[in-house]
């Protein structure tokens, strides 16, 4: 059966460090990737989504990057955070229906 | 960008059926219709999708006017647990083609 593992579940970093978020897929082959962020009391806004090795797509401009070294691994990375990149951040994978990890609580203090 | 409408909030009786609507008055003839949940502080469950014709599963149902312009999700018998905020997404079913979340509606099961 299919997996999606994301880590860490929380996260206080102070402005200006880097940040990495790491999400793994086990279980599926060649899937469409996303990192969503959902700031306190609002919706899901989608960051990133690639559909392969290499290849990412960015839905807003924003102080953050991402990665897609391997088939089954996705990455949310900042150089320098910000007080604005604080929310949960949920990575996702998909073949038809999306499946969601369970989300990392990031506070930028 | 989100193309569903749905109402912001709902509140359903327990051991009740929760009917929860859903407008998509542009979806085209390839896209589908994705119901998802996200429980507080947790990431969104998948819950059920359909094209044209109604579907069931152990979760919901889900029902599509045959226009397909709009669409309820049915929870057969609501349980406190099913306290959460329910997205309707509309989407092209291949590769490449995104999830995009608008607010959903928050059902609350009361007792």
């Known amino acids: 059966s299919q997996t999606i593992h994301q880590w860490p579940a929380t996260l206080v970093q102070p402005v200006g460090s880097p940040l990495s978020l790491e999400c793994t897929v086990e279980?599926?082959?060649?899937?469409?990737l996303y990192w969503y962020r959902q700031a306190a009391g609002r919706g899901l806004q989608l960051l990133f989504y690639?559909?392969?090795?290499?290849?990412i797509s960015s839905e807003v401009p924003q102080n953050l990057s991402a990665s897609r070294p391997q088939d089954r691994q996705f990455i949310l990375s900042s150089k320098k955070l910000l007080l604005s990149d604080s929310g949960f951040y949920l990575c996702?994978?998909?073949?038809?229906?999306?499946?969601f990890g369970q989300g990392t609580r990031l506070t930028v203090v | 960008d989100a193309k569903t409408t749905q109402p912001p909030s709902m509140d359903c009786a327990e051991g009740r059926a929760a009917n929860l609507p859903c407008n998509h008055s542009?979806?085209?003839?390839?896209?589908?219709v994705y119901w998802y949940r996200q429980i507080h502080s947790q990431g969104p469950q998948y819950i059920i999708h359909?094209?044209?014709n109604n579907e069931t599963n152990e979760m919901a149902s889900l029902i599509i006017t045959e226009d397909r312009k709009s669409s309820t999700l049915i929870l057969p018998h609501a349980t406190l647990r099913d306290t959460a905020v329910y997205y309707c997404?509309?989407?092209?079913?291949?590769?490449?083609?995104?999830?995009?979340f608008g607010t959903g509606t928050s059902l609350t099961v009361i007792p």
């Open positions: 996702a994978w998909s073949v038809a229906e999306a499946f």
């Open positions: 690639s559909v392969g090795i290499g290849q």
């Open positions: 359909g094209l044209k």
């Open positions: 542009t979806i085209s003839g390839n896209e589908y």
């Open positions: 997404i509309v989407r092209a079913s291949n590769t490449g083609n995104q999830f995009y």
């Open positions: 279980g599926t082959s060649n899937p469409n």
